[in-house]
């Protein structure tokens, strides 16, 4: 972008999929935390998110939360001991973001329209926490423009997504 400019980075889901990192590592929330690093404004779920479904996804997005308060906290125990077989250091603190700052304040936003987490009581008991980071809209100003962002699934969500049929569209 120029110099000057206003950028807005949006990113229309479905990251964590397809390769084998993601196989090995979709409960720990890392690609999230790649994209709120990287400075990205806003998120939203595509169907390859649920791949893990809402049992994964909860866990993804809690190890999420937990390092953008504590950046220090991620890499748990599962993380380290798969990547502990994958490197020669075998090391518990590799996977840690040794001496990082917290990152609440900058936190990537993430956009779900027609699919209401919040609302879903089991989603609610598992990532109490998700209202604050999980919107249904945006509305932002840049440079006294006025833009609405908003995050859709498309109508086939519900087929597309491992139980599906306990969020509330």
């Not at 779900?112 to 008991?125: G, I, L, P, V």
Request: aromatic share 12%; hydrophobic share 35%.
């Amino acid at each position: 972008a120029a110099s000057g400019s206003v950028v807005i980075t949006v990113d229309a889901g479905d990251v964590p999929m397809g390769t084998e990192y993601h196989t090995l590592f979709e409960t720990e929330g890392f690609d999230y935390l790649v994209l709120n690093r990287l400075g990205y404004d806003f998120y939203t779920f595509g169907n390859h998110d649920f791949e893990g479904g809402l049992n994964g996804l909860s866990k993804a997005f809690n190890q999420y939360i937990a390092a953008l308060h504590d950046p220090n906290s991620y890499g748990s125990v599962s993380c380290c001991e798969k990547r502990s077989s994958l490197c020669s250091d075998n090391s518990h603190s590799s996977c840690r973001a040794e001496n990082a700052t917290p990152m609440v304040g900058g936190a990537l936003t993430f956009l779900s329209s027609n699919c209401d987490f919040y609302k879903t009581a089991w989603w609610r008991s598992k990532v109490p926490e998700s209202g604050k980071y999980i919107k249904d809209y945006a509305l932002i100003e840049r440079q006294g423009v006025k833009i609405a962002l908003l995050g859709v699934m498309g109508d086939d969500a519900l087929s597309a997504t491992v139980d599906g049929d306990s969020l509330l569209f």
